[in-house]
């Protein structure tokens, strides 16, 4: 049973920082990809960035422009997503998800992800 619980979310302002955790159970994160994804209140789910599952490559999305980072702790199994210089636009609820037959041009398609967590809500104020 594959299991993806995200953590770390919260209320901060303009300019601050976030580290937010997918602890990952049942596969393992170097078999399966992990991406995150987020949903602003009446907007479509977008992809954040994902972390390869064969290669450990990290791809983003276009609006990440370095801010974000993505890594992962393969003894704890869990995947990060590191938050610099958080914008108002950065408000959602952020997402991990996971599949281990993903192919690369899906990527970004939530709809392709088999396994999400529940969610974290990050709130970005000024």
């Known amino acids: 049973q594959v299991h993806l619980v995200e953590s770390g979310g919260g209320a901060v302002q303009v300019g601050d920082s976030l580290r937010l955790s997918c602890a990952v159970s049942g596969v393992t994160s170097r078999t399966t990809t992990v991406a995150w994804f987020r949903q602003a209140p009446g907007k479509e789910r977008d992809f954040v960035g994902a972390?390869?599952?064969?290669?450990?490559?990290?791809y983003y999305g276009d609006f990440v422009k370095g801010r974000f980072t993505i890594s992962r702790d393969n003894d704890k199994n869990t995947v990060y997503l590191q938050m610099n210089n958080l914008k108002l636009e950065d408000t959602a609820v952020y997402y991990c998800a996971a599949d281990a037959h993903l192919i690369m041009s899906t990527m970004t398609t939530p709809r392709q992800y088999d396994y999400w967590g529940q969610g974290t809500q990050v709130t970005v104020s000024s």
């Open positions: 972390l390869w599952r064969s290669t450990g490559k990290i």
